[in-house]
């Protein structure tokens, strides 16, 4: 916190459980831009919101609601046949997703998820889901992501069921005004380096917390499948560095961590009941906060980055 009080991004991160209440609420207007039950989708993004799209290709995929793929907005690959195409993009401005969004056009319905009615995409994707009421002052993107992952959950629940073992939407907003209210574990807020695993659905989470780290506060993160963990990354593993999982703890990783003498973080073992891991991506963010300030960071104004990446030579 800050002499004028705590910065944007922390206000923007308190404000979620709220904001997911909204998303929810806001479910009805949105369902012309959104995925139908059966349908073969292809989900786009870039940064943030490509790893949001990975969450929810799983969920969806996983969930029985049809077959679900999450590609970086560059990296579609074209020619290959779906029922629709959906592109969540904060901004509305991002050059490559309105490059695949105009390319397409006309050839396969198209939906987008967008915090600005005031911009290109609205034009550019057949149907639009504006959460206007999630989009954010900082560069750093926190409750406009979680939000769009709460619109699409709340829309799994809504068309069927989420897969098993995933929470209800409204136990995950009750987890997560538990996450934005306890304190953050002090040997946590210490380390040097931090590890994000996932496995299935929150592989998506792990590499957003990573992301956020190093946005926010230049901090050394990696991220991987909670079972590639052994397979390398392991090996920096150590005294003063945590590994933070996601969700389900794979049979024998905690050992494994503590041989080498990590720190663990993992929720699925916390006597006192665990977070939703959507939640738990809260906590991920409040502490990116405290290391950016501890480090004499300006969280709301990251080093080297825009809220909105836009190509001068744009092939749109």
């Known amino acids: 916190m800050s002499s004028t009080g705590p910065s944007r991004t922390s206000v923007e991160i308190a404000s979620q459980p709220a904001v997911w209440r909204q998303a929810a609420r806001s479910l009805p207007q949105h369902t012309a831009a959104l995925p139908r039950r059966g349908e073969r989708v292809a989900v786009i993004g870039c940064g943030t919101s490509w790893f949001m799209a990975q969450s929810y290709a799983v969920l969806r995929e996983t969930g029985g609601h049809g077959e679900t793929d999450a590609f970086a907005a560059s990296e579609f690959p074209h020619g290959r046949g779906y029922d629709r195409i959906l592109a969540i993009t904060r901004s509305g401005t991002t050059t490559e997703v309105l490059d695949l969004l105009r390319r397409v056009k006309g050839t396969v319905p198209t939906g987008a998820i967008t915090a600005d009615p005031a911009t290109p995409v609205m034009e550019a994707a057949d149907a639009v889901a504006v959460l206007d009421f999630a989009d954010e002052e900082s560069v750093v993107q926190t409750r406009f992501a979680t939000a769009n992952l709460a619109l699409l959950r709340a829309h799994l629940e809504a068309e069927g069921a989420l897969p098993c073992g995933v929470r209800p939407l409204d136990r995950a907003i009750q987890d997560a005004e538990r996450a934005v ?136």
Not at 245 to 261: E, H, I, Y
Not at 268 to 291: C, E, F, I, K, M
């Open 181 to 316: 209210a306890e304190p953050l574990d002090a040997a946590v807020c210490g380390a040097e380096q931090f590890t994000f695993l996932g496995t299935g659905w929150t592989c998506g989470l792990a590499l957003e917390a990573g992301l956020k780290m190093r946005e926010a506060a230049g901090a050394w993160t990696e991220a991987y499948p909670a079972m590639e963990y052994r397979h390398g990354p392991i090996s920096i593993t150590g005294p003063g560095r945590v590994a933070w999982a996601f969700g389900t703890l794979p049979q024998g990783l905690a050992d494994d961590v503590a041989r080498v003498g990590g720190t663990l973080v993992a929720e699925s073992q916390n006597a006192a009941g665990h977070l939703d891991p959507l939640a738990d991506l809260v906590r991920a963010q409040r502490l990116a906060v405290v290391l950016a300030e501890s480090r004499g960071h300006n969280p709301d104004r990251p080093r080297n980055l825009t809220r909105s990446v836009v190509l001068e030579n744009s092939h749109a």
